[in-house]
């Protein structure tokens, strides 16, 4: 069954025989005790590849907000939102104004927004950081992030971001056949972006197949988090076999990943491709994540259903209240798996019951 339901993106999985051989899975101690081995091999290895001071190992994003945005809120801060900022950072954030720390939102993708709100925050005497996503998945769009980083620095602030999206595929030098850049260091080396005042949170588990996450930013503020993170103090650090995955994931860019990234936009084109000959259509441009356009009359979640039953995994996801279909595209996927999973979705959609009006011109 081909599976388009996972966000491992360049199709890297780690079997076990990968790994090596390990001690202990767990040194059962917090990373503010010791570390485990390897794991600041990797982070020096995340922080060159996304072109930052330091680096340090989280066992996830949420334990890396709720840390982050706690630090930062001991200074006298005001945490601005964009809008469509993703769930986990949000939490992070409300976990923060929970404990005093002033907490907005302003338009997604609004630089004029974040600039007005900044400015009243700076008014106050407060110092406006700034949390968004590199990449929204959901528009296939990055918001603007150049501006929203001269608003940090401007102000004396940070700008946040949550990178799992964007890391381990995009990086340098957009052009030619890679329309986000080469390397793999995300957002930052995409857009540019350096300095004191930026901070990069993402997972490993997208792209690099890796469960555990990273911070990524200036050394100093990256000692500083170390030094008062309460999960460093109270919770087990990413396992070894995370560890050896994310190192692991890091030779396998250096070596081939500028071929599956390759090869992913080039799955994502044939998907578009197949969808305008049946004339369908997705959002998310050349990302891997392409979310169905569908009219008002087509019922998503029968459509998931349909689709299941012909053997092809989606996603069911929530567009505006409404239930539609995305599907998620690796480099390990072929070009059979890409004809059939489009041959599909177009018998479905002319399939009675997929749509209230049962035709393909629905949509």
């Known amino acids: 069954m081909p599976d388009f339901g996972s966000a491992l993106y360049l199709g890297l999985r780690h079997p076990s025989a990968t790994l090596g051989a390990w001690d202990a899975l767990t040194l059962g101690r917090p990373a503010g005790s010791a570390d485990p081995p390897g794991s600041r091999a990797l982070a020096a290895g995340l922080a060159r590849l996304a072109g930052t001071g330091a680096a340090t190992l989280l066992p996830s994003t949420l334990h890396l907000f709720f840390d982050l945005l706690a630090l930062l809120g001991t200074q006298r801060i005001?945490?601005?939102?964009d809008d469509a900022c993703y769930p986990v950072a949000r939490w992070g954030a409300e976990q923060a104004a929970a404990r005093g720390t002033p907490l907005q939102s302003f338009p997604h993708g609004s630089a004029s927004g974040a600039l007005r709100a900044a400015t009243a925050a700076a008014r106050a005497g407060r110092r406006p950081v700034l949390v968004a996503d590199g990449w929204f998945a959901g528009g296939g769009t990055a918001p603007p992030l150049r501006a929203y980083a001269d608003i940090a620095r401007r102000f004396d602030g940070y700008l946040v971001l949550d990178d799992t999206q964007a890391f381990g595929l995009f990086g340098h030098a957009p052009g030619g056949g890679?329309?986000?850049g080469a390397g793999g260091g995300g957002?930052?080396?995409l857009h540019g972006l350096a300095g004191p005042h930026v901070v990069l949170g993402a997972s490993l588990a997208k792209a690099f197949g890796a469960p555990c996450a990273v911070l990524a930013g200036d050394?100093?503020?990256?000692?500083?988090?170390?030094a008062g993170s309460a999960t460093r103090?109270?919770?087990s650090p990413p396992s070894?076999?995370?560890?050896?995955a994310g190192l692991g994931a890091l030779r396998l860019n250096r070596t081939h990943g500028e071929a599956?990234?390759?090869r992913l936009w080039g799955l994502v084109a044939l998907w578009r491709d197949g969808l305008a000959r049946h004339g369908l259509a997705a959002r998310g441009g050349s990302f891997p994540v392409q979310t169905l356009e569908l009219a008002p009359r087509v019922d998503g979640v029968r459509l998931h259903q349909l689709l299941r039953g012909a053997?092809?995994?989606?996603?069911l996801q929530r567009d505006d209240g409404r239930a539609t279909v995305s599907f998620l595209f690796r480099a390990d996927h072929g070009g059979a798996d890409i004809e059939r999973a489009v041959t599909a979705l177009a018998a479905c959609l002319r399939r009675p019951g997929s749509t209230t009006s049962a035709r393909l011109e629905a949509l």
């Open 311 to 315: 053997g092809i995994e989606t996603v």
């Open 78 to 81: 005001v945490l601005l939102l």
């Open 219 to 226: 050394a100093d503020l990256v000692r500083r988090f170390e």
């Open 260 to 262: 599956l990234r390759a």
């Open 233 to 235: 103090r109270h919770s």
């Open 178 to 180: 890679a329309p986000y």
């Open 187 to 189: 957002s930052l080396p």
């Open 240 to 244: 070894v076999a995370a560890i050896r």
